[in-house]
């Protein structure tokens, strides 16, 4: 049996620099005598001199340090001159321990014992901010559930934008070509990350999945408040919160920065250190992806544009796919959820030919999807096993699908819920009033 590998010493936190004549927050850290540095930088410019700029990038020196400190995983983090306050330091390092927990799971290791050492911060009362009312800011990555909330706010906004974060000089055509079909303005931000880390397999650095949500959550807090806008608006769906796998009895979420558990935390991180502004919250909460799926399927005017294939997102812009691959877990996934409330002729014609559902070839990739083989739930954004149950139960029984292969050999299914409690709210959320979609507001 392959033990756990060879870990660090300490991971420190070296300090950061906002340097406004270039618009850029530089954030150092060192690993047992390696450095490294990240710089963000918001083109657009703002108002740098906000005491709340300063206590949000401060925030975003706190989250982006996992990308550095995942590289050897040593059982201590010194936060070096940076004081915290005891809620911060929670906060921390639960973001630390589930934000990387597939990252533990699929390299053998084990991160509770981590401890993090550094100075207190007893603060006495939030940075005062008073941002301009009706200015939302959407963190926007060209898929369903992006698109929906841009449309849900238009009607509710008075200035809303779209948020992008890009590698200097490189941009994703499948979210500019998405966020250019909104018609909304675009803020952005470029996040150039140490070189080091892209040599992983050179320099023997572990690897694996990192809460990168929760990063760029952080960095649009900073965005926000750079432009004087009162709202990062998420569109993390209700079963976001759902986990990937249970192991010794504790959940592993593939998506834990797009779970309640985060958002929760994360608002009361601001509200000490901002009083809450901007607000930070996921409009799509306390919606399923059938309920978003239905929404977008309302929406033609983006069935050429949107994009939620991974392949179309690749670090390397000479392996990045300019369409839908058909292959992939995603694509199968939002093939599945949008087949209720698209016909098989539209949705054809949205993978360019190369439909999941009508290749028997991807049968076993459904059938995880749907939690009826061996195959745990696959390590991706895709909803949870009841939602594909009843997306198949919908869609199978559609007119245009009676000759579906993939979706005769999926059925009967067990019993589930029905639909129409999947289209209905479900559980907490954070959405004010001013923002609320209809449905919650009945």
């Given at each position: ?107 053998n290791l084990d991160l509770s014992g981590l401890r993090i050492i550094g100075p207190a911060l007893a603060r006495q009362t939030p940075v005062a901010v008073s941002p301009d009312e009706g200015r939302p800011l959407v963190p926007f990555g060209g898929g369903v559930d992006s698109i929906v909330t841009a449309e849900l706010l238009r009607p509710r906004a008075k200035d809303p934008a779209l948020f992008v974060v890009n590698h200097p000089g490189d941009r994703f055509e499948a979210i500019e070509r998405a966020a250019a079909a909104t018609g909304l303005p675009v803020l952005r931000a470029e996040r150039l ?250």
């Amino acid at each position: 049996m392959i033990g756990p590998p060879r870990r660090g010493e300490s991971f420190r936190y070296v300090g950061y620099d906002i340097d406004p004549s270039h618009d850029r927050l530089v954030c150092r850290y060192r690993l047992d005598g390696r450095e490294f540095r990240e710089d963000v930088t918001f083109p657009g410019g703002g108002a740098w001199r906000e005491p709340a700029v300063a206590e949000a990038a401060r925030l975003v020196f706190l989250l982006t340090a996992v990308s550095y400190y995942k590289t050897a995983a040593p059982p201590v983090v010194d936060l070096g001159d940076t004081a915290v306050t005891d809620l911060e330091r929670a906060f921390l390092r639960e973001f630390y321990l589930d934000g990387l927990g597939e990252f533990a799971h699929r390299n053998n290791l084990d991160l509770s014992g981590l401890r993090i050492i550094g100075p207190a911060l007893a603060r006495q009362t939030p940075v005062a901010v008073s941002p301009d009312e009706g200015r939302p800011l959407v963190p926007f990555g060209g898929g369903v559930d992006s698109i929906v909330t841009a449309e849900l706010l238009r009607p509710r906004a008075k200035d809303p934008a779209l948020f992008v974060v890009n590698h200097p000089g490189d941009r994703f055509e499948a979210i500019e070509r998405a966020a250019a079909a909104t018609g909304l303005p675009v803020l952005r931000a470029e996040r150039l990350i140490d070189t080091q880390v892209l040599r992983s397999a050179e320099l023997g650095f572990l690897n694996g999945h990192v809460p990168v949500t929760g990063i760029l959550s952080a960095i649009a807090v900073m965005a926000a408040a750079l432009d004087g806008r009162d709202a990062v608006v998420m569109s993390n769906e209700w079963s976001a919160s759902a986990g990937t796998i249970t192991v010794d009895g504790r959940s592993i979420n593939h998506q834990y920065s797009k779970g309640e558990a985060f958002e929760t935390a994360l608002r009361s991180v601001l509200v000490e250190s901002l009083g809450g502004r901007p607000e930070y919250f996921s409009l799509l909460r306390p919606f399923t992806e059938l309920w978003i799926a239905r929404r977008f399927a309302a929406l033609p005017q983006y069935f050429d544009y949107f994009r939620s294939c991974n392949r179309a997102f690749h670090i390397d812009p000479a392996q990045r796919l300019d369409r839908w691959c058909g292959q992939c877990d995603k694509c199968c996934f939002i093939d599945l959820i949008l087949s209720p409330f698209l016909d098989e002729p539209t949705l054809r014609r949205v993978f360019g030919g190369r439909e999941p559902l009508a290749d028997v070839a991807l049968l076993g990739r459904f059938r995880a999807l749907l939690g009826l083989s061996a195959d745990s739930k696959p390590w991706e954004c895709v909803g949870d096993v009841t939602e594909c149950r009843v997306a198949t139960l919908l869609a199978a029984g559609r007119r245009d699908r009676a000759a579906s292969p993939v979706l005769a050999a999926l059925g009967p299914l067990p019993g589930e819920p029905t639909p129409e409690e999947l289209l209905v709210p479900h559980g907490r959320h954070f959405v004010p009033d001013r923002y609320a979609p209809d449905d919650l507001l009945v």
